[in-house]
């Protein structure tokens, strides 16, 4: 789908005050979902969530005890809050429920990703800048 129609499609939404629009269009599908995405770090404002339709499949090699912290919204991670800052998290690290894992930029706003419990993060994945979509796994945390 084009950028255009997508920036379109969501400003037909915010005006007409729909809260959901899905479209298909050949393979492609797009859902728009307006609200407050959690984590975000302007509660005021009511971004649009852009929604990937396809499912996230979970990486075999995890134990069985892990817990996946997965990405509430799609957007582009950052592991780090400045390009030439340390890492929020790294393998191996402790971390509380309410810590930050990351940012997901969404909608040219930065959204904190925090732990939803406490643990030791086993793994990392997804690299610094890559693209995600809802429901991705993001880290492991056991």
Known sequence: MD??????????????????????????????????????LNSADQPTQIVSQAPAAAPASLPDTAAMEKAPMAGVFYAAPSPDAEPFVAVGQTVSAGDVLCIIESMKMMN???????????????GN?????????LFAIS
């Not at 997508?6 to 599908?29: P, R």
């Not at 800048?129 to 796994?137: I, L, Y």
């Open 112 to 126: 904190e990703i925090v732990a939803k419990q406490s643990g030791t993060v086993s793994k990392i994945l997804v």
């Open 3 to 40: 950028l255009r129609k997508i920036k379109k499609l969501i400003e037909l939404v915010a005006e007409s005050k729909v809260v959901e629009l899905e479209v298909s269009s050949g393979d492609e599908s797009i859902r728009i979902s307006m609200g407050s995405p959690a984590g975000s």
């Open 129 to 137: 800048g890559e693209a995600v979509s809802t429901g991705m796994p």
